[in-house]
């Protein structure tokens, strides 16, 4: 067993997760090459090039439930649209429509001003900020 393997068997572990060797697989092409956004197709291809015998549906739910244990942040927009992002910080993204990307933002330089008030009984989980970028016609 390498350095690698060891590390996210831990980290599932840590997760609450049992480190079966479909999630092991999912998590090395994951979380091995830094932070990174994917949908779960772009995912599954990504299995598929590496010869992990895997079906859609159990990257869907190995994705679903890495988010649930707080592994991966789930970016939904236009309702059909779902990224997955391994960097769990607070941060925004660009979405660049002709490549179908998310690209990190930080927030250093972001401030949200004037929110609306709050329904009794909530308080804001977090906030959530993309700015849709196209080719310029110029």
């Given at each position: 067993m390498n350095l690698q393997h060891t590390a996210l068997v831990e980290r599932l572990r840590l997760a609450g997760l049992r480190p079966t060797r479909q999630r092991l697989c999912l998590a090395a092409i994951l979380f091995g090459a830094g932070d990174r956004h994917v949908s779960a197709e772009s995912l599954?291809?990504?299995?598929?090039?590496?010869?992990?015998?895997?079906?859609?549906?159990?990257?869907?739910?190995?994705?679903?439930?890495?988010?649930?244990?707080?592994?991966?942040?789930?970016?939904?927009f236009e309702g059909d649209r779902t990224f997955f992002d391994t960097n769990t910080s607070n941060h925004f993204?660009?979405?660049?429509?002709?490549?179908?990307?998310?690209v990190d933002i930080g927030t250093e330089n972001l401030e949200v001003l004037g929110l609306p008030q709050l329904p009794p009984g909530t308080e804001i989980d977090r906030v959530d900020i993309i700015i849709r970028l196209r080719k310029s016609s110029r």
């Open positions: 599954h291809q990504e299995a598929l090039a590496a010869r992990i015998d895997v079906s859609l549906a159990t990257v869907y739910n190995t994705l679903n439930q890495f988010k649930a244990a707080g592994l991966l942040r789930e970016v939904a993204h660009y979405y660049i429509e002709e490549t179908n990307s998310l």
